[in-house]
């Protein structure tokens, strides 16, 4: 059974800002989540790295997400079998998002790193096309070996549930700007 992800819309607009922001440069970052059920996950919020990227390439530093992933923890109570670790998430702002050669072997490194490597990763890849449209694609990657296509939903974000704090000084002081970009899922 394929792995099912489901994105809040706000997140999708996070990415859109981002994406135009990183222009022709390669930008990503994790992915955290929530368990909703067999094989579904939902994803609750995404780091950002700036650095590390060039018209082709991209290199997560794992050190730059230590405090984020620290923090998402603490804030969901550490409870790891609810919300924990999903994956990646980086642009291809010129290419397609189909995973490279070189996204596939660093994903199965991920999953298959040491005996607390996670049982499943995935990578979610992003481009920014015209009319600020976001483009997703979705690759499971297994310990088992195996990489499948992963199903993407956009679901708002459950009544009640805090959204995430505007970023950036303009933003904290008049609140993030209410762009709605279109999303292509691949």
């Known amino acids: 059974m394929a792995l099912s992800l489901h994105i809040p819309p706000d997140l999708l607009e996070r990415l859109a800002r981002e994406l135009a922001r ?4 390669e930008i990503g970052g994790v992915l955290v989540g929530e368990h909703l059920g067999p094989n579904t996950f939902r994803i609750v919020d995404l780091s950002v790295q700036r650095q590390g990227g060039e018209a082709a390439c991209f290199v997560r ?13 603490r804030r969901t109570g550490e409870d790891y079998g609810r919300f ?12 397609s998002t189909d995973p ?3 996204d596939v072997r660093q994903m199965f490194e991920i999953v298959s790193d040491t005996s607390d490597a996670p049982p ?7 481009r920014l096309a015209a ?18 296509a992963a199903t993407l939903v956009v679901q708002p974000r459950l009544e009640g549930e805090a959204l995430l704090p505007p970023t950036g000084w303009f933003a904290r002081l ?3 700007p209410g762009r709605k970009p279109s999303v292509r899922l691949i």
């Open 120 to 126: 499943f990763a995935v990578l979610l890849i992003v």
């Open 174 to 176: 008049f609140g993030a």
């Open 131 to 148: 009319s600020d449209r976001v483009i997703c694609g979705a690759t499971a990657f297994r310990s088992t070996g195996v990489a499948e």
């Open 61 to 73: 530093r794992p050190a730059a997400h230590k405090a984020f992933l620290d923090a998402f923890f």
């Open 84 to 95: 924990n670790y999903l994956g990646e998430w980086h642009s291809h702002p010129s290419f």
């Open 100 to 102: 490279s050669v070189t």
């Open 22 to 25: 990183g222009g022709r440069r």
